[in-house]
């Protein structure tokens, strides 16, 4: 039996975990995040769960169920507070440690377990030596999206949120923490700055906005971080934990800006928005985990995984988002996909963000495609694209094709027009498949002659009403 191809999104197209923290634990890689509700009014709505995948191959996700509820924190009884974006890191005693703050208090909660993917119990606050918890003591910064990293007794704990031109919040943090893994070994210092600090530091329009994450590879720190463009995770290296960052760059966009080998560097592919994930090793490969936006809205992101490489000098060259990163290369030019494997979708109408961003981004009306699914929150629906309306496209990459003379396509709704298929965002069609009005998912096909070698697949809608695009099968 042929293994399994490894897709973005790399959980199934009904789970939402955003905020992905991906560890190598006992041969499998483990992967905490925060919980997206489908159709959901506001971000991470659920529980913790959990997912892991055997080292050698990222097709092969197990659910290990809920790690944590809502519930389980004592500020939280009536969970009228969401849990918002959390670490793990295992302690000196070789346990389990979940790190995580709740959407409306300042403090950094603690939960422990004895192994990778099971029920976390709570433990306690990070405090100082008095018990005052951090983030309450006169002067504190607000504590958010705690990264962490144990290196031998103490625990590097990373915080922020700083939104651009507030002068409140001077950046990503900084705190030691002891062996108990709760009190301050050494106060918070800031490793990055925040906007309106940035002049002269190298950050400058990149600043960090939030979600810190920490790894080490070799002797240096690589800070991963949501820059205040919020698509884009960038990163700063450092030969020590709380000091002396240097700004790097940008290693992965959701909507796929400043890359120019295939379109010009400003132009979105996507419709991108917060982003938050980091970086690991796993079976000798170094992989960026991050998320992308559907359902039009802010509050249904779903995880993504990129290969990523280094350069000599310890720099990460910026990745392009595809279809196929945990496969760890091209997808087989043949058999049926489905369309919520599509990496870029835009239309006539460009726009960087997805909505819920403010005066940032339009709200994803009716001029705009998406990648959505039937049913309510936890039904196993397949995803699709919808609202395929004039000039929408939606592109998939990277087919190794060899010998593809026939492409179906599965599309249902209110539409009048056909399909182009090409294999690059501005290219000529190379073959164009009518469609028409249908309430339930129809098949069509159309002759087409793709070029052999790696490809990638765009499919652009013309014509009249919205088409809903199912999946697409090579031949």
Known sequence: MAKKQGFNPYLPSWEYIPDGEPYVFEGRVYVYGSHDRFNGHAFCLNDYVCWSAPEDNLADWRYEGVIYQTTDDPLNPDGSMCLYAPDVTVGPDGRYYLYY????????????????????????????????????????????????????????????????????????????????????????????????????????????????????????????????????????????????????????????????????????????????GSITQINGEWYIFYHRHTNGTAFCRQGCIERIEFRGDGTIPQVEITSCGPNGGPLEGRGEYPAYLACHLFCKDQEMYTGGFGPMGAWMDSRFPKITQDGRDGDEETGYIANMTDSATAGFKYFACGGVTRIKIKVRGYCQGAFEVKTSWDGPALGRIPVGFTNVWKEYTTEVAIPDGIQALYLTYTGHGGASLASFTLE
Request: proline residues 7%; aromatic residues 14%.
């Open 101 to 276: 703050v709740l959407d409306k208090v300042p403090v950094v909660s603690v939960a422990v377990c004895d192994k990778p993917g099971g029920k976390y119990e709570f433990y306690g606050y990070v405090k100082y030596a008095d018990g005052t918890r951090l983030g309450e003591r006169d002067g504190d910064e607000p504590q958010f999206d705690p990264g962490v990293l144990t290196e031998g007794e103490n625990t590097y704990l990373y915080t922020g949120f700083c939104a651009y031109g507030d002068q409140s919040r001077h950046g990503a943090m900084a705190t030691v923490l002891g062996p108990d893994m709760l009190t301050i070994a050494e106060e918070p210092v800031f490793v990055a700055p925040s906007q309106p600090y940035s002049k002269g530091s190298g950050f400058e329009g990149y600043e960090f906005f939030e979600a810190p994450s920490i790894r080490k590879r070799g002797d240096t720190y690589y800070l991963i971080y949501s820059s205040i463009s919020m698509h884009e995770l960038c990163y700063a290296t450092s030969k020590h934990p709380t000091r002396g960052f240097t700004y790097q760059g940008v290693i992965v966009s959701n909507c796929d800006l400043h890359i120019n080998t295939y379109k010009p560097g400003d132009q979105p592919m996507y419709y991108g928005g917060n982003n938050h």
